[in-house]
T-cell receptor, first 114, second 116 residues
Framework: ETGVTQSPTHLIKTRGQQVTLRCSSQSGHNTVSWYQQALGQGPQFIFQYYREEENGRGNFPPRFSGLQFPNYSSELNVNALELDDSALYLCASRGRGLTGTEAFFGQGTRLTVV | AQSVTQLDSHVSVSEGTPVLLRCNYS??????LFWYVQHPNKGLQLLLK??????LVKGINGFEAEFKKSETSFHLTKPSAHMSDAAEYFCVVRIYSGGGADGLTFGKGTHLIIQP
């Protein structure tokens, strides 16, 4: 149990639709990052939020966007869904200001695009 | 740029025998390295981390890893495998981008199979 919860656990969407995934961070953690894990692959870094602002991004197009709220919970939004967006989406939270701070992962949201 | 390469996509060992999962990294400066484990239908769990302190790092469940700068390696070992160790293992390096952000770069994973 990591204290990071994601919702929903599973989701099916149609190509072209929009989706919002949610993450509740571990208490006291002000940094959240999102990862996409395609089947049989390692997770890939999408972006990171710190104190409600995006401060880092991986190689993902702008249709992947996010929000972080004052209570440090977070959303991942994906517009114009494509079949290749089908994956497990993982949220990770951690504190800042500490060297090598551990990232705690949620169990993920399994998104299927049909 | 930082990256990790896991040298084996699958490793199969018998229960009670040693485990070796290999990882090489690429980094332009002293990296922070991690091993995570992912059991089926469960989230990622940190096994251990290296952050420029001791080069031999001990983790949970009897796992340990040795940071070897000369070989740019961070291999994961366990003296005696248990059936519950069967899972996907990821070698991970922390990456730093502009604005003070840092994400994690994962290897492609090694699937560990434990034979009874």
């Amino acid at each position: 149990e990591t204290g990071v919860t994601q919702s929903p656990t599973h989701l099916i969407k149609t190509r072209g639709q929009q989706v919002t995934l949610r993450c509740s961070s571990q208490s006291g953690h002000n940094t959240v990052s999102w990862y996409q894990q395609a089947l049989g692959q390692g997770p890939q870094f999408i972006f990171q939020y710190y104190r409600e602002e995006e401060n880092g991004r991986g190689n993902f197009p702008p249709r992947f966007s996010g929000l972080q709220f004052p209570n440090y919970s977070s959303e991942l939004n994906v517009n114009a869904l494509e079949l290749d967006d089908s994956a497990l989406y993982l949220c990770a939270s951690r504190g800042r200001g500490l060297t090598g701070t551990e990232a705690f992962f949620g169990q993920g949201t399994r998104l299927t695009v049909v | 740029a930082q990256s990790v390469t896991q040298l084996d996509s699958h490793v199969s060992v018998s229960e009670g025998t040693p485990v070796l999962l290999r990882c090489n990294y690429s980094s332009s400066y002293s990296p922070s390295l991690f091993w995570y484990v992912q059991h089926p239908n469960k989230g990622l769990q940190l096994l251990l981390k290296y952050t420029s302190a001791a080069t031999l790092v001990k983790g949970i469940n009897g796992f340990e890893a040795e940071f070897k700068k000369s070989e740019t390696s961070f291999h994961l070992t366990k003296p005696s495998a248990h059936m519950s160790d069967a899972a996907e293992y990821f070698c991970v390096v922390r990456i730093y981008s502009g604005g003070g952000a840092d994400g994690l770069t994962f290897g492609k994973g090694t699937h560990l199979i434990i034979q009874p």
